[in-house]
Each structure stands twice: as structure tokens, then as C-alpha cells.
């Protein structure tokens, strides 16, 4: 009989605990507030249910309307927060990003003299890109996207460039179409950065996926027509891009001669393939092939008058088929962000040589978030031949970089970066580079 | 006689325990909720993950999918959070960084009740949301993960 009077006891106290909800406070004094509330609440419902009566008694009622299976209350909550997102569904989003950067090299020998820093100077501070980013809804598969620049060049003056307009238009999981300008899907950097520098961890972008317009290697915009999407391949995850249009960069020596390159590309094609498997999240492994026929037209930045070519020269009227081979392999899970991409630049001289010149580029990062920061490791490679005319401004160029960035919050992070660049036939070059990179 | 009296207690014990587990699971699941006009009936936990990671924009039928989410401090928020592997900072810059991308116009929508993500899931046809086991309410279309219920021993998404 003991023994079933305690069984007994143990089954009320397991029972009690399987009972899913939680424990409710029984105290007298909060049951007492709680009541106290509750009849508050009742007074309110009273007073607001008198104020409402004259003017329902003016609207003649519909007979058997549906009951509302919601409280009054939150029913109407539900009704404007639906409405509020009809809203913004066909209303214009705004976002904006900016930076604040100060930059010093260990050379007053002017060189890389983009994005505000003063060639040559012992260190200065600039604001790089700000920009504004707006998207609209135009339907359920139709969607504006653009991306306003305003980009700090020489002498604090500013340039407005429309990095991204694009008309989007998804039919499916399988074809997502965009027409306008674009940020060309060459490799994953360009891709996942885009033109942020609060998205990036580091305090800016590795060489070879360097913006065009700020001495970079690659066409990284160009006009036309993009097509990605899924395609069906289980859990491989295989995704698609196809791009068709014109790039017709012009990219400034980074030698900081005062010089642009104006390439006057065709129209070029990008394919590529990606693939995210679900065995192993945040695993993303890719790979693209570019080709486009560009110049080499030799402008001086400052006039636009072309600059005379060196003896030995093909001339500005030169063509050159141009083909970029890109791999990749990330992964960004955990914390982790770990970069790895190749390149093969092949410029092939039409008609008038048989001469190739491959210019081989590549860069590895790793970075782990540790609370609010994230300390961040990146080696990167440049090899273009001193006989290669594109890009005679390069060179050979490699080095280290090693920084951290702080999340003050969600929308503001500080990054401080040292970069060590060895060159060909050039002193090593020490640089420090701090940024304050904000979203809003 | 005696080992009776013994035996008897440890089974009741026993069967607590099991109750008691089952219940605790039941508590934690939270529920895949989709209108009830979506022909999609279950999932596999790789589709949520895609799904809620705004990577998948389209049902099987080509119904453009519309995320909406609980706000921070709730059970859901917590097993959505679970699901992406991802803290609520992460969260936040993982959508700043979806949206300037240009692969989502928005951040999901967050609602902060019930009554408003039912709602939600009502007005739009390839609305999605996740919502408290103990809080599903008649006429929530509930999907199956993985080919189990919330509540069933293996449902993968779970709260606190």
C-alpha cells in the first residue's frame, strides 16, 4: 500500500511536468494584477464599444456576413500590416552604403591612385564609393534594380556612375533574366562583394577583381542582357549564368602615369556554372568562361588625347581576342569565409601577330567571425607579362594582407588592413589602410 | 508479492518518462505553415534551409515563394535561426547582403503574432511562415519535414 501511495505520488509529478505549457505565475499578488488588468481591459473594450455605436447605427448591417475567425483587434493589425506590405511590395526600397577611408604607403612615388588617394602623398584620407541602392517591385516576377555611385576621384571631386539599372524579370526558379547594366558574373568576388565595401571583410577588393574603373584587370560592368537560374540536378544545387553585352571599359594605369586604357570592347559572352551541395552548406564551387575582342587605346585621364605609341607598338588600332578562364571554390558557413579563386587572362593579338600573352591572377582569403570581430588573412598573385601592352601598368604583383574588421553594430564596421605588395623591378610596397564602412 | 509492488512503480516510471520526452518534443517543434491552396504538402529540411535563406524564390508549382518570420525573442524566431546556422546579427547582415545583391528585394517580413501570420499566410498564396506547434489553429495548412509531422519522434525543427 506504501508502495502505491508513492507511485502514485510520482506519476502526479511526472504528469504535471508532460502538461506542455509553462508554469503559470500563482502568486496572489499577480493573479491580483492580472485581474486588475483584465478589468482595465473590459473598461476600455466599454468605452471604445459606446463611442462606436452611433455611427454602426447609421450603417445598415449586411445580413449573414462571415464571423471574423481573428480578435477584432488583431485582425485589424493583420489587415494594415498586410496592407503595409502590399505597400512596399509596389513602393520604392531604398538602402544606401558609404565609407570613410584613410590610407598611407611607405612610397611618395606616385601609384595607385584611385578612389580618392592622393598619389604619392605620405597618407590621406577619402571617401570611396557612396552609394544609393534602390529596388521596386513591378509585379510578382518583375522587379527595377539600381545602384547610384557617387565614387571620390581626384581632389575630392565626384563622379556619378550607374554601377547597376536592371529590368528584372524571373519566369521561373529555372530562368531569371535581368536587361540593363550589370556587374559581369566573372568569378564569384564580383558577385557576392558587388560594390559595398560594408559587405566586404576586408578594407578593399583583391586586385584582379578591382572595379575596371579603378584599375582592376577585368570588365567587371558591362550593358546587356543576364540570364541565370537553377538547374535540376538534386542535391548538387547546380545553378547557371549566361551573359551577352558590352563592356567597353576604360580602366586608369595603376602605375598612376595619369593614363586610361580605353578598350573598346565588343559584345562579350559569359558562361558559367555553380554549384551549392546540400551535403556540405556554404560550400560554393564555380567556374566561368569569358570573351570579348578590346583595344588598347592609350588615352592621357586628364585631355582624353591619345597617347603617342611607343616604338614597336601595334598601335591603338590593334585588336586583341580576349578570353577569361575563372575558378572558384568557397565556402562561407560557421563563421568561416574561405575565398579561393584563379583566373587566366589570355589577350590573343588578331591579325597582326601570333602573340598570346596569358596574365595568370589569383587570391585566397580566410577570415572567422570571433564576436564582434573578425580577424582576416589574404594572399594575392598578379602576373602580367612586361610585353603584355594591356597591361603593362601591372606587372608582377603579390603579397600579403593581414587586418581585422569590428562590427560596431548591424550597420557600421571598422577595418583596419596592412597590405605588403612585392613588384617586379619596383621597391616592395608597405601599406596601411583603415575604412569605416556603413550601411543604412 | 514484493517484486510486484516494485516492478509496478519502475513502469509507470517508465511511461512517464517516454510521455514526458514525447511531450517536451511536441513543445518544441514548430510548425511549417503554408496557405492552404499550396499543393505542396512536404519538405525536405534542405528546401526549408533554401527556402528561408531566400535561395529558393519559387514552389514546385512556380508560385513565387513570400517569406514572412516571428520577431526576435520568439520560439520561432530561435528555430529559424537554428535553421540557417546563423545568430540574429548574422541574420540581419545576411539579408543586407541578400538585398544589396539583388537576390531579394527585402528582408522577410517579421510579424509579431499569431493572428497576424495567419493573416499573412491567408492573403498571399505562396506565403510561408513558421509557427509554434502548440499555437497551430484550425485552418493552418501545416507541412511535413522530411516526411514527419511536428510532434513525431525526428521533426528536425525545433525552438528553444
Known amino acids: ?440 | 508479492m514484493r517484486t510486484r509492488t516494485l516492478l509496478m512503480p519502475l513502469l509507470i516510471c517508465l511511461a512517464s518518462l517516454v510521455c514526458l520526452r514525447a511531450a517536451a518534443a511536441q513543445a518544441g517543434d514548430v510548425a511549417v505553415v503554408v496557405n492552404d491552396r499550396n499543393p505542396v504538402t512536404t519538405l525536405s529540411n534542405a528546401e526549408l534551409r533554401t527556402i528561408f535563406a531566400g535561395e529558393k524564390h519559387y514552389w514546385s508549382a512556380g508560385l513565387p515563394i513570400k517569406i514572412f518570420v516571428r520577431g526576435p525573442g520568439t520560439r520561432e524566431r530561435e528555430a529559424l535561426l537554428k535553421l540557417l546556422g546563423m545568430t540574429e546579427s548574422e541574420y540581419k547582415r545576411y539579408w543586407t547582403t541578400q538585398v544589396l545583391r539583388g537576390e531579394a528585394q527585402a528582408e522577410p517580413m517579421a510579424l509579431p503574432s499569431i493572428g497576424m501570420q495567419r493573416e499573412a499566410v491567408g492573403a498571399y498564396l505562396g506565403a510561408v511562415t513558421l509557427v509554434n506547434f502548440e499555437d497551430i489553429k484550425a485552418g493552418m495548412k501545416v507541412l511535413k519535414l522530411e516526411g514527419r509531422k511536428p510532434g513525431e519522434t525526428g521533426y528536425a525543427l525545433q525552438g528553444r
Open chain 1, 1 to 440: 500500500m506504501r508502495h502505491m501511495s508513492w507511485a502514485a505520488a510520482v506519476l502526479f509529478l511526472l504528469s504535471s511536468l508532460c502538461y506542455p505549457q509553462e508554469a503559470t505565475p500563482t502568486d496572489p499578488e499577480t493573479i491580483g494584477q492580472l485581474v486588475q488588468q483584465v478589468k482595465d481591459l473590459q473598461e476600455r473594450v466599454r468605452v471604445l464599444e459606446s463611442q462606436q455605436r452611433p455611427a454602426d447605427a447609421s450603417i445598415p448591417k449586411a445580413p449573414n456576413l462571415p464571423t471574423p475567425s481573428v480578435e477584432p483587434a488583431e485582425r485589424s493589425a493583420a489587415a494594415s500590416a498586410v496592407a503595409e506590405e502590399i505597400h512596399e511590395t509596389h513602393g520604392i526600397q531604398w538602402r544606401g552604403f558609404g565609407e570613410v577611408d584613410y590610407k598611407a604607403l611607405n612610397q611618395r612615388v606616385p601609384e595607385l591612385g584611385t578612389y580618392g588617394f592622393v598619389p604619392g602623398s605620405a597618407g590621406n584620407f577619402y571617401t570611396g564609393d557612396f552609394g544609393l541602392f534602390l529596388t521596386s517591385q513591378l509585379t510578382e516576377k518583375a522587379s527595377v534594380l539600381s545602384e547610384i555611385v557617387f565614387e571620390d576621384g581626384d581632389a575630392q571631386t565626384y563622379k556619378v556612375d550607374l554601377r547597376r539599372l536592371l529590368l528584372k524579370y524571373d519566369y521561373s526558379e529555372h530562368l531569371k533574366m535581368s536587361f540593363g547594366r550589370y556587374q559581369t558574373n566573372i568569378g564569384y568576388y564580383n558577385w557576392a562583394f558587388r560594390s559595398a565595401a560594408w559587405l566586404q571583410t576586408t578594407a578593399d577588393r583583391p586586385l584582379v577583381m578591382e572595379f575596371a574603373s579603378n584599375g582592376g584587370l577585368l570588365p567587371t560592368q558591362a550593358i546587356g542582357v543576364s540570364l541565370t537560374g537553377t538547374i535540376p540536378s538534386g542535391k548538387l544545387g547546380l545553378n547557371y549564368v549566361a551573359e551577352y553585352g558590352s563592356s567597353d571599359t576604360i580602366r586608369p594605369d595603376i602605375s598612376g602615369d595619369g593614363q586610361v586604357t580605353d578598350e573598346n570592347n565588343g559584345n562579350h559572352v559569359n558562361v558559367g556554372f555553380f554549384v551549392r551541395p546540400d551535403a556540405l552548406r556554404g560550400l560554393q564551387v564555380g567556374a566561368s568562361y569569358y570573351h570579348d575582342k578590346i583595344s588598347n587605346l592609350a588615352l592621357y585621364a586628364s585631355s582624353g588625347a591619345p597617347v603617342p605609341q611607343p616604338p614597336g607598338s601595334p598601335g591603338s588600332s590593334a585588336r586583341y581576342g580576349e578570353t577569361i578562364d575563372n575558378g572558384y571554390v568557397v565556402y562561407v558557413a560557421h563563421g568561416i569565409e574561405f575565398l579561393n579563386e584563379g583566373f587566366l587572362i589570355r589577350d590573343a593579338a588578331l591579325h597582326f601577330s601570333n602573340t598570346v600573352f596569358n596574365t595568370p591572377a589569383f587570391y585566397s582569403q580566410l577570415s572567422k567571425q570571433l564576436g564582434h570581430i573578425r580577424p582576416f588573412v589574404r594572399f594575392q598573385y598578379v602576373n602580367a607579362s612586361p610585353n603584355n601592352w594591356i597591361y603593362d601598368d601591372v606587372g608582377l604583383r603579390f603579397g600579403p594582407s593581414v587586418g581585422a574588421r569590428y562590427d560596431v553594430n548591424d550597420y557600421i564596421a571598422f577595418k583596419a588592413q596592412l597590405d605588403h605588395t612585392v613588384r617586379r623591378d619596383e621597391p616592395d610596397l608597405n601599406g596601411l589602410h583603415l575604412q569605416l564602412a556603413f550601411t543604412f
